[in-house]
């Protein structure tokens, strides 16, 4: 994928929380294509990979990757050399920067904008200074955000962030509103989001000019996600699910809703991919309900092997809710998939899912925390799914019209190739 008009030779700095991870795909897509649009990147990562395996697409990134010190301990010597680095060449900036990281982190009663500075400055003094770095972008408006500030300042670049889900949620929101409004712009995945982030900007409009909010959607590979055929329409029945063991992805409540399917007579198999921190809990959850039988629990994929599950299923299950933190899902990539490839989906009308998934014309939409609901919607569609060919088509459509991850990382480009061309 090219472009006749390439930016110049400036490069752009990424903040990631960690690089690469099997659940954030999404990001390393985006690397990708942005570099064969022309945008050279670097990479610079708050955090080592936590899988041994990661995607074939994470191999074609040309982007260096630079890993900072994670915590202070057990690395403060490192950090404080090139901290003492980026005061020598900084000067009066970088003390006066570092007063104002102590005070916040004193009002604030947390050490972790003191790690925070410290990673930007380590960042400052081995990878921005005296170099053609010209724009700092981190993805998730937390932590990559807190260390993209502190860099900006110390160096005098500008700024962008990508927020999400979690970290918009369950962000300060005092603390959020002060990235905001010192960002050039801020991009986020959902409209849903963006309301809610304009809000938060709005309330300090009357001090400072409001920061530009883009909805760029994350949007999916549609050359991997074919529109296949589906298994014939007969059971067992394979339901399938793909998500993190976390509890905004309400798998409580998918396995409450597999015992009233089970009890019903239906016979079906769900198969889970995914893992997190309460992979346990779950497995008890599903022993106490008596439905081992029933569950098939698949840990962490590679999508080469995802994307066999999405052929070979009947439908897509994901029960997401709000968190009891605040935490809930933006527009979770695996429905898009899922959709893409002509699976009939059902999810819960939860934060932006209803920007993807249209009620009764492209998949079916129920009650978060509902598990009846959710248990009837299932046996519905699989009872019917001679009459889901048009809203599988509908579905398609909807995924190359809005979520074609070519139109929506071209949008991105024009954001990074105009902040680039002014540096």
Sequence with gaps: MT????????????ILKGYPRISETFISTE????????????????????????????????????????????????????????????????????GAAFRRAWQRRTTATVRHFLQAGHLTAKRLLDRPVSHIHAHFCHTPTSVALFAAQLTGLPFSFTAHAKDIYTSDPQQLTRKIQNAQFVVTCTRYNARY???????????????????????????????????????????LSIGRHVEKKGYDDLFKAAKLLDDAGLDFQLVQIGSGELTEEFHTIIGRLGIQHRVTMLGTLPHEKVIEHYRSAHCFALACKVAANGDRDGIPNVLVEAMAVGLPVIATRVSAIPELVEDNLSGILVEPQDPAALAHGIMHMLGNSHSYDKPRERARAKVEREFDNRRCTAQLFELFRRALAKR
Excluded: C
């Excluded at 080592?48 to 191999?59: C, G, M, T, W």
């Design 3 to 14: 472009v006749a008009n390439k930016p110049n030779k400036h490069l752009l700095g990424m």
């Design 31 to 98: 690397i990708l294509l942005l570099e064969s649009l022309g945008i050279p990147i670097e990479i610079y990562s708050l955090k080592q990979p936590r899988e041994s395996f990661s995607h074939k697409k994470v191999k074609a990134i040309q982007a260096p990757v630079t890993y900072l010190p994670e915590y202070v301990l057990p690395h403060w010597q490192v950090l404080l050399r090139s901290n003492w680095t980026a005061a020598r060449k900084l000067g009066f900036r970088y003390l006066k920067e570092l």
């Design 197 to 239: 982030l304009a809000g938060l900007s709005h309330k300090r409009a009357a001090q400072n000019p409001s920061t530009p909010i883009h909805t760029i959607y994350h949007g999916i590979d549609l050359g991997f996600f074919t529109f296949d055929h589906r298994p014939d329409p007969a059971p067992p029945y394979k339901i």
